[in-house]
């Protein structure tokens, strides 16, 4: 059964680092989305993007937060300058021509 | 905003049906209600939605009250794998939409061997 694959499982950064969270969708998948979830609370709407832009996005995705499809497979979260309080978990999700949307098993993303 | 009420946390004994409820009093007309679970810390998974009619899969069935201002998500035989916090959520479904889903904070689901 196809899935939403996400790359790395874990990232540990610095403060003040850049740091490229990646995803590769469902293959036939039209609509992809990232979500975080802080540690003990709810996931959170980040981003949603469609042909090759951005079609919503949340007041947490500012302007530290980009989103890429750089090829026909990938989905990339940039994040310029890590703060403590980007630690989360990062999911990213993605819907075709049906009504649910698929979500990838995630990345821990640490910053010290 | 999830727009959708659930309590906190349940039990169910293993083996036996888990009925989790949802209000959702102020759901539109063209609104779908979607389930989904999440299993410690993985990304959320898909179980089941449902606009008017009851529907069931192999998962799980939904029970939808005919004013649509409630559910119930039964999962007929749970097992111990099936302890997680499950999501009630409501949102326009049409096809190629890009809406995104806006969780709350769920049911905590335990199932007791």
């Known amino acids: 059964e196809p899935e939403v694959t996400q790359t790395p499982s874990h990232q540990v950064t610095q403060m003040g680092q850049e740091v490229i969270l990646r995803c590769v969708p469902i293959?036939?998948?039209?609509?992809f989305y990232w979500y975080r979830q802080i540690l003990g609370q709810k996931v959170e709407f980040l981003v949603s993007?469609?042909?090759?832009?951005?079609?919503?996005k949340s007041e947490i995705f500012d302007d530290q937060f980009s989103v890429e499809r750089p090829d026909g497979s990938n989905f990339t979260l940039k994040i310029r300058s890590t703060k403590l309080e980007d630690s989360a978990m990062y999911f990213c999700?993605?819907?075709?021509?049906?009504?649910?949307?698929?979500f990838g098993p995630g990345t821990r993303l640490t910053v010290t | 905003d999830a727009k959708t009420t659930q309590p906190t946390s349940m039990d169910c004994a293993e083996g036996r049906a888990a009925n989790l409820p949802c209000n959702h009093s102020?759901?539109?007309?063209?609104?779908?209600v979607y389930w989904y679970r999440q299993i410690h810390s993985q990304g959320p998974q898909y179980i089941i939605h449902?606009?008017?009619n009851n529907e069931t899969n192999e998962m799980a069935s939904l029970i939808i009250t005919e004013d649509r201002k409630s559910s119930t998500l039964i999962l007929p035989h749970a097992t111990l794998r099936d302890t997680a916090v499950y999501y009630c959520?409501?949102?326009?479904?049409?096809?190629?939409?890009?809406?995104?889903?806006?969780f709350g904070t769920g049911t905590s689901l335990t199932v007791i061997p």
């Open positions: 999700a993605s819907t075709g021509e049906g009504y649910e949307q698929y």
């Open positions: 293959s036939n998948h039209l609509y």
């Open positions: 993007f469609y042909n090759n832009e951005i079609s919503e």
């Open positions: 102020t759901i539109s007309g063209n609104e779908y």
């Open positions: 449902g606009l008017k």
């Open positions: 959520i409501v949102r326009v479904a049409e096809r190629n939409t890009g809406n995104q889903f806006y």
